[in-house]
T-cell receptor, first 113, second 115 residues
C-alpha cells in the first residue's frame, strides 16, 4: 500500500524552539509539498519541492524552511516556533504533471505554547 | 487573496438525497480541478477530477460539473450515504505554472449526511 508517512501525529513545542516535521513517501514521487490547514482558511501551501535539493516558496513561507536531501524525504523546519504556527500540517507528494493528484499523509497536529 | 472559494462552510443532507457542493475560482489560468475528501485525523484523499476541456466527469455516485464561463464547479453525490460525511475540498491547478503542479485549495465544506 503506497504511503506518505509523517513522523508525528501530535507535537507540543515551546515558543522559540526549533521544530522539525518529517515526511517520507515510498511512491518515487518527484514532487513533495507542505501545507497547513486552519479553520476557515482551508489548506495553504507553505513550500514545495520538485526534485532533490530543489525547493520553492508557496503562499505562506514566512517562518518556515525546508530540506530535501533525498527523493523520498521532505522536512519542514520551524526555525523559531511561535504560537501562530499552531496548526495541522499536511505533507503530500505527487508525480510530475498536473493530472496526478496528491497523496497526503495523515497530518501532524502541532501546538506551540 | 482566495483564488478558490467554497462559500458554504457546511451542508446537511438526508441519506439517499443528492448532495451538491459548490466551488468558485477567480484565476482564469486554472485548467484542471480536483475534489478531495477529508475525514477527521486523516489526510485528504483524492475523489474526482475534471479537465477544463470537459464540462462533466462521472465516477459512480460522484459527478463533477464545470462551468468555465462562470468559473464555477460543483460536486454532486447521488445518493448520499452516511459514510460521505466528511470535509470536501475543491482544488485547482494550471498546467503551465512551471516546475511543479501546485494545487490551490478552497476552504472546505463540511458535509453531514443524516439518517
Amino acid at each position: 500500500d503506497v504511503k506518505v508517512t509523517q513522523s508525528s501525529r501530535y507535537l507540543v513545542k515551546r515558543t522559540g524552539e526549533k521544530v522539525f516535521l518529517e515526511c517520507v513517501q515510498d511512491m518515487d514521487h518527484e514532487n513533495m509539498f507542505w501545507y497547513r490547514q486552519d479553520p476557515g482558511l482551508g489548506l495553504r501551501l507553505i513550500y514545495f519541492s520538485y526534485d532533490v535539493k530543489m525547493k520553492e516558496k508557496g503562499d505562506i513561507p514566512e517562518g518556515y524552511s525546508v530540506s530535501r536531501e533525498k527523493k523520498e524525504r521532505f522536512s519542514l523546519i520551524l526555525e523559531s516556533a511561535s504560537t501562530n504556527q499552531t496548526s495541522m500540517y499536511l505533507c503530500a507528494s505527487s508525480f510530475a504533471g498536473a493530472n496526478y493528484g496528491y497523496t497526503f499523509g495523515s497530518g501532524t497536529r502541532l501546538t506551540v505554547v | 487573496d482566495q483564488q478558490v472559494k467554497q462559500n458554504s462552510p457546511s451542508l446537511s443532507v438526508q441519506e439517499g438525497r443528492i448532495s451538491i457542493l459548490n466551488c468558485d475560482y477567480t484565476n482564469s489560468m486554472f485548467d484542471y480541478f480536483l475534489w478531495y475528501k477529508k475525514y477527521p485525523a486523516e489526510g485528504p484523499t483524492f475523489l474526482i477530477s475534471i479537465s477544463s476541456i470537459k464540462d462533466k466527469n462521472e465516477d459512480g455516485r460522484f459527478t463533477v460539473f464545470l462551468n468555465k464561463s462562470a468559473k464555477h464547479l460543483s460536486l454532486h453525490i447521488v445518493p448520499s450515504q452516511p459514510g460521505d460525511s466528511a470535509v470536501y475540498f475543491c482544488a485547482a491547478t494550471a498546467h503551465n505554472t512551471g516546475t511543479a503542479s501546485k494545487l490551490t485549495f478552497g476552504t472546505g465544506t463540511r458535509l453531514q449526511v443524516t439518517l
